[in-house]
């Protein structure tokens, strides 16, 4: 089970670095091999058929475009689940026009305590 430590440290850079717009904060915790997934790279980067990011400089690249792309978007931490090397973050994304969308988070994390793998869900 992962640690209430580790845990917090995931939650904060998520929710803190996306509500803040701060990629270096949302950066911090993901291992050198991550791999992401989102139903929104398609819609990012045009390509229907590309659903993945691979590498943190890739990630890096993708999420200083959505930052840039969403900004007035807010982030609320709804609560979250620990499992053995993962944790899932269910939150509320906050549109400028009052508009509301659920979404989960899951990121795995190595023994490092580094995001290997991240999987959007919404």
């Known amino acids: ?17 996306w509500n803040r717009g701060d ?22 980067t ?3 058929a590309k659903t993945t990011i691979e ?15 969403t900004r007035g978007i807010r982030y609320a931490l709804q609560t979250t689940f620990a499992g053995i ?3 899932v973050l269910v939150y509320a994304c906050g549109f400028p026009d009052g508009a509301q969308k659920p979404g989960a988070d899951l990121m795995r994390v ?3 305590r580094m995001v290997v793998e991240w999987r959007c869900h919404y």
């Open 1 to 17: 089970m992962l640690d209430d430590a580790t845990v917090q440290m995931l939650t904060r850079h998520w929710e803190d670095g």
């Open 23 to 44: 990629l270096e904060t949302i950066m911090a915790p993901f291992a050198p091999d991550v791999v992401f997934s989102s139903p929104g790279i398609p819609m990012m």
């Open 46 to 48: 045009g390509d229907p």
């Open 55 to 69: 590498g943190v400089d890739a990630l890096r690249a993708y999420l200083d475009a959505a930052l840039r792309r």
């Open 85 to 87: 090397d993962s944790v």
């Open 110 to 112: 190595n023994r490092d």
